[in-house]
């Protein structure tokens, strides 16, 4: 994971996979979640198909730069915005989740010419009960978020790591669940490795723990409890 820095002092950490030659898929996370929401089997995927892909964290996640000031949503549309500039690829195909879609909306609207096209994940548009019926749009059963809000993070990833897995097995549905492919990827997603940068925000609590799931010398972050994904293991229709 490299750094960049993309206006005044803000520092974002990203990935890059594939080609830089070839056209842009920029992956935005949602509010909490680090550039590893999106795994690594999907970025490379997606590069193996001729797109170069960049996975980023905002700012406050991750090795991001973190304020302890308030900021705006759009404060991270500004700090996407730089991003793109600094990539320097024209447009960019965004592929945001949750917040990131939104984010994803914000540029399709704002600044369509950077946009080649956008898939909002989980981030369906804000609307009225009346505009909702019309449109014929569902939401999520109550039943699932009863289910889902049964995991409460207590920051100590040994005894979380159990929550976290049935969130993931019970959105996978009746797909084969891959529990492994769950406890490593909720390792990247919750730990991080502050060695990797020196001098980088240390304040977080130290989870030692995190040396039994690839994760040595980590660090937590936030995530939302609501983070969708599925690890049943993937066909080349559904990556």
Not at 86 to 105: F, N
Not at 134 to 155: R, V
């Amino acid at each position: 994971m490299d750094l960049l820095v993309v206006r005044d002092s803000v520092e974002l950490a990203y990935d890059a996979f594939g080609d830089g030659g070839d056209p842009l898929v920029l992956l935005i996370p949602g509010a909490g979640a680090p550039a590893q929401f999106w795994p690594d089997f999907f970025c490379r995927d997606l590069a193996a198909h001729g797109r170069f892909v960049v996975r980023y964290s905002h700012r406050d996640t991750s090795y991001s730069t973190h304020f302890d000031e308030p900021y705006s949503i759009d404060e991270l549309l500004l700090d996407l915005l730089a991003l793109l500039e600094k990539l320097d690829k024209g447009t960019a195909h965004l592929v945001g989740h949750s917040m990131g879609g939104y984010l994803a909306q914000m540029v399709m609207c704002n600044f369509p010419a950077l946009a080649a096209s956008v898939t909002s994940i989980s981030a369906g548009s804000t609307v009225t009960p009346k505009m909702y019926a019309e449109l014929g749009m569902t939401s999520a059963k109550e039943s699932t978020w009863q289910k889902l809000m049964e995991n409460q993070p207590t920051g100590n990833f040994e005894k979380d790591l159990s929550g976290w897995v049935e969130s993931w097995r019970f959105l996978n549905g009746d797909r084969p669940f891959d529990e492994q492919a769950a406890v490593q990827y909720t390792s990247a997603l919750i730990c991080w490795r502050p060695a990797q940068f020196p001098g980088r925000n240390q304040s977080y609590p130290r989870h030692d723990h995190c040396s039994k799931h690839s994760c040595k010398d980590g660090l937590r972050v936030g995530l939302s409890s609501t983070c969708h994904s599925r690890f049943g293991r993937p066909t080349r229709s559904d990556r």
